[in-house]
């Protein structure tokens, strides 16, 4: 069973920056991509930055230059450092894989193009 965990979340004051984590657990062979989504209330989820197994990365137009995703796949672990972070910013963060082989549970033979959601981490920005 694969399981993301995201941390990192919290209160920080608009100008300010945080780091998001989010491991993934589990019997895992390989993970094309990981990413990071929010859903702020009343608003559709939306892609913040995604990063594949070959280092391509894609932001969200309103995080460019100020957001920075990366990935330990030596630990299955994807990051996100935010930073000049805006009261828009607020948000539940979610990490996201997709892509990912794990083993069969009886025969350990490899499913490929699993999909697996964290349950989110809390991001709010305030003065």
């Known amino acids: 069973q694969v399981q993301l965990v995201e941390s990192g979340g919290g209160l920080v004051q608009p100008g300010e920056s945080l780091t998001l984590s989010c491991v993934a657990s589990?019997?895992?062979?390989?993970?094309?991509?990981m990413g990071w989504y929010r859903q702020a209330p009343g608003k559709q989820r939306e892609l913040v930055a995604v990063?594949?197994?070959?280092?391509?990365?894609n932001y969200a137009d309103s995080v460019k230059g100020r957001f920075a995703i990366s990935r330990d796949d030596t630990q299955n672990t994807v990051y996100l450092q935010m930073n000049s972070l805006k009261p828009e910013d607020t948000a539940v963060y979610y990490c996201?894989?997709?892509?990912?082989?794990?083993?069969?549970?009886?025969?350990?033979?490899?499913?490929?193009?699993?999909?697996?959601w964290g349950k989110g981490t809390l991001v709010t920005v305030s003065s």
């Open positions: 996201h894989t997709y892509g990912t082989v794990v083993p069969d549970s009886e025969t350990d033979a490899p499913i490929y193009d699993m999909r697996y």
């Open positions: 589990g019997r895992i062979f390989s993970i094309y991509a």
């Open positions: 990063i594949t197994s070959d280092e391509i990365t």
